[in-house]
């Protein structure tokens, strides 16, 4: 007989007649006002058996007046840990942990934990898709539950500065051209053959860093023509 059956039983009783709880190795009574002055009254500590007499005074012609002894085990409350399946996120350098919302649980004794393929972590900062496990452990009267949810850090896009100009000679390559740290040419080798202003070149800004996208852009390059050079003897 479970918990809940009990409840019932008694519930329905207590509706025709008086119902007294007498927990038997202290025979101290318990009146039976509302359904949680039930639990309260045989609540004891995991794992001990709790054996109570139960009398029943009917005061309804269709009930017969009874006195019985009910043994309880008493176990941990099962536990849920409920969350949304997927977070989403974009890196900033923070722990995303600490950001998860909407977790939830009956479990009012332990802390959360998390952990990835089994292995239990404490921050989680990197860009990248995670399958994360949400637990809380067991604890003196509660059993462990947990959930497993998707985490997505996506890359951060960095600041970037493309309005670049250089004044090159025609003939120059680009690679002569010196880009500020974390620039550089998409064709380094590239010979300027041609004179003019306002010529585009692909540059690409990468922070070698897998939590940031690179950025493709442009940036301008004045070509001039040659000085001339005579020579008389």
Known sequence: TTEAEVQETIQELSENGTVTLTKKDTLQAQSLVRRNAVVNSYFGEVGENITYILKFVSNNSNYKSFETEITFIVTRIEAYTNADSR???????????????????????????????GEEIT???NAGTYSL?????????????????????DKATPITNFNQTYN???????????LPSNYYFNNPETVLSTVGNGQKFDVTYDLEDENYYTVSGQVTV?????DGTITVE
Request: charged share 20%; proline share 1%; no cysteine.
């Open 87 to 117: 977070y989403e996120f974009v890196f900033d350098g923070s722990d995303v942990l600490s950001r998860l919302t909407n977790i939830v649980t009956n479990n009012t004794e332990s802390s959360v934990e998390f952990s990835i393929d």
């Open 222 to 226: 004045n070509v001039a023509k040659l």
């Open 168 to 178: 090159m000679y025609w003939n120059d390559q680009l690679n002569e051209i010196t």
């Open 133 to 153: 496990t949400i637990t809380y452990p067991e604890s003196d009267h509660y059993t462990e539950s947990s959930t497993t949810v998707t985490i997505f850090v």
């Open 123 to 125: 921050s989680l900062v």
